[in-house]
Structure formats: C-alpha cells, structure tokens
C-alpha cells in the first residue's frame, strides 16, 4: 500500500490497492477493463479502510492479472492493482463544510459526502453558550451574539482522525468506522458568515476614513 496527495486538494489522497475482483458474467461481453473498474468501485465506493480512510472512487487501474474461473462461484476472478481516491485531511487542514446540528456537548458537521465530523463545546469560539430552544451554539463577542445555527456553513481546522471497523461510512448509526475531530476556536474559524460580513463592514469603515481624510486636505 502506497500512494500520495491529490494536486491542491490536500483533502483527498490516492492509495494503491491490490485486491481480488469479481466480474459477473453479465459483464463480461463489455469492455473488461471498465467492467473492473465498476465491480471496484461497488465494492470500495463509501468503505472506510481502517488507518486510511473513505474510500471515494477508483482513479486508475495499474494492472489487471489473468482471469480465473473457480468451481462452484459465478463470474470471473482476477486480481488488480489500482488507484484509490480516498478522503483523509491532514492534521491542522483547514476544511469548509455545514452545520448539521448541535447539542450540549458540541456541534456536528457534514461535508456532504462525509457527516461523522464533530466539533466539542470545548473546541468552539470563546466564551459561547448553547441555547437550548433555538438547539444552537451563540459565541458572545464584544456584546454581540453570533449564532451557529443549522446550515450555516463553517470553517473548521481538523484535529485528528479517528477509526473504528471497517465498513460502509454510512451503514450504521450507532458505529463510526471513521470520524473526525475539528476546532474552530480561532480567528477566522466557525461560521463564515461571521467573518466576511466583519471584513465588509471593517472596508466601509476604512472608506469612510479615507474620505474624511480627504476632505480635511482639500479644507487646509
């Protein structure tokens, strides 16, 4: 098992996988190369490999060993090594995803294709609350209340990556074969909105500066 990181999305990473693969024999009459690639990524498509991560789909396939029929099964055997595209952010990465939804102990994030993320009521913008009726965490600053409701999109720093079994990512609910762990306790973290709203309101402010500053010149 080897690979490396995606280009720019650090995110993702690719592993070279080796495994035995069976092809039905409806498929057989298509492309066989593309048959592989099919039959591997319903097999591997959402699994979580345990030290490794999501499995998301097949990048490329290195080699395809001779095909090998076994008494007694249907279809065709044949071992393949291949590229796998799998999800495993970097420790301290910075990811944006959505507020899936809050309890006392924290706040839960979904990126969409990945939900198991979860954001500790010790990890969150300082000094916040959780506001029980509205189910949603309010960071308190500079006497203004900034709300972290559901849906909001968020910007989160990972902290580590957590395994269970391996199994499909979505399969159940009472297990997490992987789960990350974030922080948004930092400036710039938490909900965007938060901060873009601050920068366009800091411009105005620095507009309104440069102004004066100019009227006063053109005054003297």
């Excluded at 249907?74 to 420790?91: A, D, N, T, Y």
């Excluded at 979860?118 to 949603?136: G, T, V």
Aim: proline content about 4%; aromatic content about 8%.
């Amino acid at each position: 098992l080897n690979g490396g990181r995606l280009g720019l999305r650090r995110m993702f990473i690719y592993a070279v996988l080796s495994d035995t693969i069976t092809v039905k024999p409806v498929k057989l009459n298509n492309d066989l190369r593309q048959s592989v690639v099919d039959a591997i990524n319903v097999k591997y498509s959402n699994y979580v490999i345990p030290k490794l991560g999501l499995c998301i789909a097949v990048r490329a396939i290195e080699k395809v060993g001779d095909p090998k029929y076994i008494e007694g099964t249907s279809g065709v055997h044949l071992k393949v090594r291949f590229r796998m595209i799998v999800f495993r952010p970097l420790e301290n990465e910075i990811l944006t995803g959505f507020i899936e939804s809050s309890d006392p102990s924290g706040v839960k994030v979904s990126l969409g294709f990945f939900r198991d993320i979860f954001i500790s009521k010790d990890h969150l913008q300082h000094p916040s609350h959780f506001h029980e009726e509205k189910r949603a965490w309010i960071w308190r600053s500079d006497d203004t209340d900034f709300e972290m409701k559901s849906g909001h999109q968020i910007r989160f720093r990972v902290l580590s990556t957590e395994f269970g079994i391996p199994m499909k990512a979505q399969e159940s609910k009472q297990v997490e074969p992987m789960r990350i762990l974030g922080t948004v306790a930092e400036v710039g973290l938490a909900v965007t909105m938060w901060w873009e709203n601050a920068s366009e309101e800091s411009g105005e402010a620095m507009e309104e500066d440069e102004q004066g500053q100019e009227g006063e010149g053109e005054e003297g």
